[in-house]
């Protein structure tokens, strides 16, 4: 047991539990692997990444060019201009509108992070699960870049809105479709709808972590009930927050298509590659040695079991949402997976069913490998890979029917977006303590069992 055990344990016997002393950086208390393994596994896991990257570049591009000397894709661009689209010369998409879908695809893979990370919180506070607690603290912080950072980097996209959706620049009147949906599909509510979104996730954000660092002051119970009550209204507002935002953001890209389950296949996809994050983040904050004390061999292992989890979650949303649309075979639901099934959009999709479920499905069900860390950082960057895929597929055919486009914009939106969230996260996770100092179950992330007030006063 570490002398920070100790100290905790002693205190709680005395009445009075207060914070443990703060870590001391670079000890060797705890650590599963040393500092150079580490960083072996996490430069594999970025080679991986990069190859992998390169790979689709390579695989987008080919398909690209062939599917370009076919008349039948020059026919179709042609159709697309009719339909809202505004292309360049020779049907090509012009360049302000290739960074609006590429800033878009950068904003939903980030967006996703923080509203996985906010799901996670609230989960934290309505379960009451004692593992959570190490990873908490910079869960809150990444959740808290909804509002305003993520709000200042959406503005872009609503500048960019006649670029970017076909709709905004369709008249109701003669598109049945876009008529039939028009009390949601109209500029005032997706400008209205929007700032809502933000202003909810702001308020569960902020508010849980406000009482989660009031807690660390006093140790005061209100603020464990005020989380509670903030998580118990939170997760339906969550629900029907992330819902709309799926379908304002990334669905009415084409308002033709109809599916109650698009928003629980981003959420589901939002969850998972935040959980693998999550993993890492742990991992690293441990060998730096914020976490040290308080990263147990249980916690590495319950953050695998919930990216195993999500993993088969979100095959089964996926699959389900692709099974009811083939069965029914209504046009206004197919039309988005035949656009999907051609040129190497069809790779891509291959990509998500093998890459976002098979392997990590398969190479997981070993418990010993979800503690692996080098096995567990590769797999992150796998993860991060297979939804950035995931959401080129869904937003990416829109503008590139032909097949997958990954240029220069997608680099820079992507780098640009992630480099403002580090530097964000960073400075609020250094100017607060790493984790929640005076929870009433920190005791349990030490290992150490604090006997309830009310047994003692039995004895």
Known sequence: MTSHAMNLLSAAGAGDLQSPPAPVVGSPNGDCKSPARFLTGLRRGVAAVVVALFAAALLGNSAVAAEHAKPAAKAEQTADAHHGHTHGPAGHPTELKKFGYAYLTAYMFCLSLCLGAL???????????????????????IACQLFPTMFILWLPIGVLAKEIYPWFTIDPHHDHALHAKAILF???????????????????AHGLRRASLAQDKDGAAVHTRTMRKYAAAGIFLFAFSLTGAAIYWMKSLQHQFFSTMYGVVYFAGSVWVTAITTYWLLL?????????????????????????????????????????????????ETFWYVLRETGSWWWVGQITVFGHFWFPFLFLLPIHRKLNFQIMSTMAGWAWFCHYLDLQFNIGPVLHPDGLHFGIYDVLSLGGMLAVLIFMFSRAFNAHPPYPQRDPRVAETFGVYVEPASSKAAH
């Open 284 to 332: 690293y904050f441990k060998n730096r040695g914020d976490l040290k004390d308080v990263a147990r061999e249980v916690t590495f292992h319950d953050c695998g079991k919930l990216f195993f989890a999500f993993t088969v979650f979100y095959a089964y949303i996926h699959f389900s949402q692709y099974f009811l649309i083939w069965n029914a075979a209504v046009p206004e």
């Open 186 to 204: 109209n500029p005032t509510a997706f400008y209205v709808v929007s700032c809502l979104l933000f202003i909810v996730w702001g308020a569960i």
């Open 119 to 141: 799901f996670i919180v609230i989960l934290n506070h309505l379960f009451d699960a004692q593992w959570m607690v190490p990873i908490r603290r910079f869960l809150e912080h």
